[in-house]
């Protein structure tokens, strides 16, 4: 069966989830943390979309993204994950595929859901007990976001 094509509009901010093949984990050490967050500001500079929020997991990532040209969000999608998944395999000897399936992307508007959005994926390391607090988890934009810390992979949320 075909897959559908996705929803992609003008003016909107996406959010992203892509997962690691058969949900397993596509970090490894924080090395690949690091690599990834790298592999992102790459093409974030590359196609100058605006970054809002990030959350990389340990089988899975969530990104909040705004994009000036609805057809770059594959472009930057299949850019960051082919960079990375041929880094990954590199480095620890494997082949194949790193990503269950395409990405998912999700439309949000920007008003008070945007806000909503940021603060569940950055939240998500706390439902899944890798840390007690935000601010101690390394992978995620909730401290410099909140603390107002300058991260050039980062940008200032819409006034809403």
């Known amino acids: 069966m075909p897959r559908g094509s996705r929803l992609l509009i003008s003016n909107v901010c996406y959010h992203i989830i892509q997962r690691g093949n058969q949900k397993q984990n596509i970090f490894l050490e924080d090395a690949d943390f690091e690599k990834y967050l790298e592999i992102l500001l790459h093409y974030k500079r590359k196609y100058y979309f605006k970054l809002y929020a990030y959350c990389l997991m340990p089988n899975h990532i969530h990104l909040i993204a ?35 399936g395409r990405f998912k992307n999700m439309i949000i508007q920007k008003d008070r859901y945007l806000i909503d959005c940021l603060n569940y994926i950055e939240y998500n390391p706390l439902r899944a007990k890798l840390t007690s607090s935000p601010i101690d988890y390394m992978w995620s934009s909730w401290k410099y976001r909140t603390l107002n810390i300058k991260l050039d992979l980062l940008d200032m949320v819409p006034n809403l």
């Open 66 to 100: 705004e994009v000036n040209k609805v057809n770059d969000l594959a472009k930057i999608m299949q850019g960051i994950a082919l960079t990375y998944t041929l880094w990954f395999n590199k480095k620890y000897g494997k082949v194949g595929h790193l990503w269950q």
